[in-house]
């Protein structure tokens, strides 16, 4: 198990240092419960604590989760945001529902690993094996869905992944002391909706509604203003202070539209269609689409040691990494935006959704601008696409994407396999694959020094303005070059 330094733990504990919250759980021997190092309880003595780098390693060793400071809904996930990028890719997958669909050797085949060495890296960097993390995942989620949800217990049994409601009662009894009902009428404080700060889309008494948090600072102001200036026209629609989206998994379609909460600790979602078995996906996309669980603070105490940089988190510590809702949709879009301005590529990025994108039910739509759901490789394939107004070159690109995301229905690539396959298509360069790897596939050291939104910022801060030059420097930044991008892009608009 990642090991943890309990002298420091012990001193964050203390100062209820909030930049800890979710690295590590504080576990309290004589009460069997374990609290996040934020826990307005009474500091227990030392010689009465262990400390465990997740909740669900605590779980595990038989501790039930504070119903003072909830663990549940710690922002981020520490196996993610982890230092080895294979548990950070399991974890997501799992989250995604990879072990209630199959198990672990697929799990192993799908990451290019063996299922021994997965199970030993699991258990090295999360302190449970992939099995006690999804035992454990499924309490602590039907817990906030509990408490974060307006769904009704029948729901969240399902959602969860437990096979009946008895069951559910049963293992919810079992690890908390508690039944599932009791602890919702039990919550001294629950948590009102949202008030509605700008016109957009409302929840409507049918729509379910989950809230998520934040990892403390989040600047969702600069995150909407990246996805306003880019919405597609009939996909996206984002306003003051939301997001609201069509989309499709699988046969469920829905809308989502997201709401900032004015304090800055997270988002909540409501969700109009029959999208309920869907709930656990939409929350992991999109908790990846807005960065929601970066440490942003761990982050930003590297990047600020370059007077490069400094300034720029000074103004905005709290910028985050924009995401994707779907690789294809992203991939489609990093190809449409290569050698264009931004509004061209989301000139074209509307043609491509009005003439060949599936119309939204009516009954999803009333109240925004969303009339569309962003086309699937399948229905594009075999089409021509250069009356949108691409060139033939740019047309036989975008139909090669097309075509290598048609050949992934059955499976879901591994990320190297996924970038070295866009890698072969002509017309897809350094550019588009460290853009597509930065927002499409996560990864927190992806910097594409080319960029000449980079180099133009960075000869404006004083830095390199080569290409050869920016990446020798921008080593020190690693592993969180992605970041530093994000920044530099930023100081653009200022």
């Not at 089409?383 to 059955?410: C, K, N, W």
Request: aromatic share 8%; proline share 7%.
């Amino acid at each position: 198990m990642k090991q943890l330094d309990e002298d420091i733990c012990y001193k964050a504990l203390l100062a209820r240092d909030r930049r800890f919250d979710g690295r590590f759980f504080t576990a309290v021997l004589t009460t069997g419960i374990f609290c996040r190092p934020i826990c307005p309880a009474i500091t227990p003595k030392r010689e009465n604590v262990r400390f465990f780098p997740t909740a669900e390693a605590a779980m595990a060793h038989g501790f039930r989760p504070c119903l003072r400071c909830r663990p549940e809904v710690t922002p981020g996930h520490p196996a993610a945001a982890g230092i080895h990028a294979t548990v950070r890719r399991a974890v997501q997958l799992i989250e995604d529902g990879a072990l209630d669909r199959g198990s672990i050797e697929d799990l192993a085949a799908r990451l290019g690993i063996g299922s021994r060495h997965l199970r030993r890296l699991f258990k090295e960097h999360t302190g449970v094996t992939p099995r006690e993390h999804v035992r454990a995942r499924r309490l602590l989620r039907a817990r906030q869905l509990i408490a974060d949800s307006n769904l009704s217990m029948c729901e969240i049994a399902a959602v969860a992944g437990f096979r009946s409601l008895r069951r559910f009662n049963a293992a919810m009894k079992t690890a908390y002391g508690h039944a599932p009902t009791a602890f919702r009428r039990g919550l001294r404080s629950p948590r009102p909706a949202s008030v509605p700060a700008s016109p957009g889309p409302a929840v409507g008494r049918e729509d379910l509604v989950l809230r998520l948090g934040a990892r403390p600072p989040f600047d969702a102001t600069y995150l909407l203003s990246f996805f306003r200036e880019r919405a597609i026209p009939g996909l996206e629609q984002v306003g003051p202070d939301w997001y609201c989206r069509g989309f499709r998994l699988g046969d469920a379609v829905g809308l989502m539209h997201c709401r900032f909460t004015r304090d800055g600790r997270g988002v909540e979602i409501g969700l109009r269609g029959a999208v309920c078995e869907k709930l656990l996906e939409i929350s992991g996309r999109v908790r990846r689409l807005f960065d929601l669980d970066s440490d942003i603070a761990a982050i930003n105490a590297l990047l600020a040691d370059d007077p490069l940089l400094l300034p720029l988190i000074e103004k905005r510590p709290g910028l985050r990494v924009p995401g994707c809702w779907d690789r294809f949709e992203l991939a489609v879009r990093a190809v449409l935006g290569q050698q264009v301005s931004v509004a061209a590529a989301r000139t074209l990025a509307g043609r491509l959704v009005m003439r060949h994108g599936e119309p939204l039910p009516a009954a999803l739509i009333a109240d925004c601008a969303v009339t569309h759901l962003f086309p699937t490789a399948d229905s594009l394939m075999n089409l021509d696409l250069q009356p949108i107004g691409l060139t033939g070159r740019r047309a036989r690109t975008l139909s090669g994407v097309v075509a290598l995301f048609a050949a992934f229905r059955a499976h879901d690539p591994v990320d190297a396999s996924l970038l070295a396959d866009l890698a072969a298509i002509s017309g897809i360069g350094p550019w588009t694959l460290h853009y597509f790897a930065l927002r499409g596939l996560g990864e927190p050291d992806a910097f594409p020094a080319a960029d000449l939104g980079l180099l133009k910022a960075s000869a404006r801060g004083g830095g390199p303005d080569k290409a050869g030059l920016l990446e020798e420097h921008s080593q020190r930044w690693r592993p969180w070059r992605a970041y530093a991008a994000q920044y530099l892009w930023s100081s653009l608009g200022d």
